[in-house]
């Protein structure tokens, strides 16, 4: 089966031709299309497009073995929103090379901040010249992004989003509000911190006001939720075996611990019950025209299903929850992917299941092709260096 992600239909005996990191043709099966070719065999599985971590910070500590997790979880772009500033280069650079398997990064440096910081990945800003150099750094390094966190003052902000658009880039940032009005092109997080003294995005009870709503609305601007807790708690209650897949020994020992637990009522992914304020927050956003992408803010690649799971659990149909992870965060990003046409970088994963059916199909993925390079995924979890 194929899904293309350009219409919620299954397609049958399909042929995806692909040619170095192309898609050239989608057309149905013939025998004539495997000659001299090497042929993927997924006669029994289903096809989709690659899926999108919107919303991850990369762990060196992790070693290679982050990169073939989120392939084996069929991620094949990870983006990055606030880094080292070089670790985010090399990642980058080490899968456009290819020298070890990985999903396509999108990377920036560290989070902007005004004079003091809470993590690592922040740069405390002292003065406006120093705000200029790290400016021209994220330029220099050719950063994907600059985002904007929590104390950055309004001109400073301002004067973000004029240089990012001016190097053709985007600034993200937690704001809402005075965020859209200076030109910040997405809001991570359905909460989340705020240290400025603004309203929240959400009020009491997980309730996202009108106002809340029509700024993402009327701006049309990129919106990650990250409600992926619930999600994930409910895939390892629906399917306690997963606990015990091979793929998780691809992480370090806390996470593994994380996963062994499961499912408890802690819910690492955050976002509280998507049955709620959450849930509706997302859905209300969507529809009034915002443009929902799937990131979680963890490391650990199933939460990304989760992500899914929650959002169907709030409600949005299977097909709109599936493009959250993949037509979504293509065109966020500018990447030419998300769907399976002739043109389109070649990100698929191959699953067993029908997710528009069982959304968390999405996790059982037997093979992916990513930037037109084959893994297997018992293979990728197998090699645990």
Request: net charge neutral.
């Amino acid at each position: 089966k194929l899904l293309d992600m350009k219409s919620p239909t299954l397609r049958a005996n399909v042929d995806v031709v692909i040619t170095g990191n192309r898609i050239t043709s989608v057309v149905p099966h013939a025998a004539g299309n495997h000659l001299k070719a090497q042929v993927v065999d997924a006669s029994d599985l289903t096809v989709m497009p690659g899926l999108t971590e919107f919303h991850s910070h990369l762990q060196k500590d992790f070693g290679a073995a982050q990169g073939r997790a989120w392939l084996a979880f069929g991620v094949t772009t990870v983006r990055s929103p606030g880094n080292t500033p070089y670790e985010a280069v090399e990642d980058r650079e080490a899968n456009e090379a290819g020298v070890r398997p990985g999903p396509r990064v999108y990377g920036t440096g560290y989070l902007m901040e005004w004079n003091r910081v809470y993590y690592k990945m922040g740069i405390a800003i002292s003065n406006v010249s120093q705000f200029e150099m790290e400016l021209e750094r994220a330029k220099v390094l050719q950063h994907d992004l600059i985002k904007s966190y929590v104390r950055l003052p309004d001109i400073q902000q301002r004067r973000m989003v004029e240089f990012a658009h001016s190097i053709g880039v985007p600034v993200a940032t937690h704001e809402i509000f005075p965020a859209a009005m200076v030109g910040v092109d997405n809001t991570e997080h359905t909460a989340a911190t705020s240290r400025r003294g603004y309203s929240p995005k959400q009020a009491t009870l997980q309730t996202a006001y009108e106002d809340v709503v029509q700024l993402f609305g009327k701006s049309q601007r990129i919106f990650c939720p990250m409600i992926s807790g619930f999600g994930a708690r409910a895939l390892f209650e629906k399917d306690p075996a997963l606990k015990k897949d091979p793929r998780f020994a691809l992480y370090p020992q806390w996470i593994q611990r994380q996963v062994a637990a499961q499912p408890t009522s802690a819910t690492p992914g955050g976002g509280g019950d998507p049955r709620g304020g959450s849930g509706k927050m997302v859905l209300d956003i969507m529809k009034a025209g915002g443009l929902v992408v799937a990131g979680t803010d963890t490391p650990n690649a199933i939460n990304i299903h989760g992500e899914l799971m929650s959002y169907t659990m709030a409600g949005m149909p299977a097909f709109d929850a599936l493009k959250t992870a993949t037509v979504n965060p293509a065109k966020a990003l500018h990447l030419e992917a998300g769907t399976i046409e002739p043109g389109k970088l070649a990100d698929l994963i191959a699953i067993d299941g029908d997710p528009l059916a069982t959304i968390s199909s999405t996790y059982r993925v037997k093979k992916v092709i990513a930037n037109g390079r084959v893994y297997d995924a018992a293979e990728l979890a197998a090699q645990k260096q």
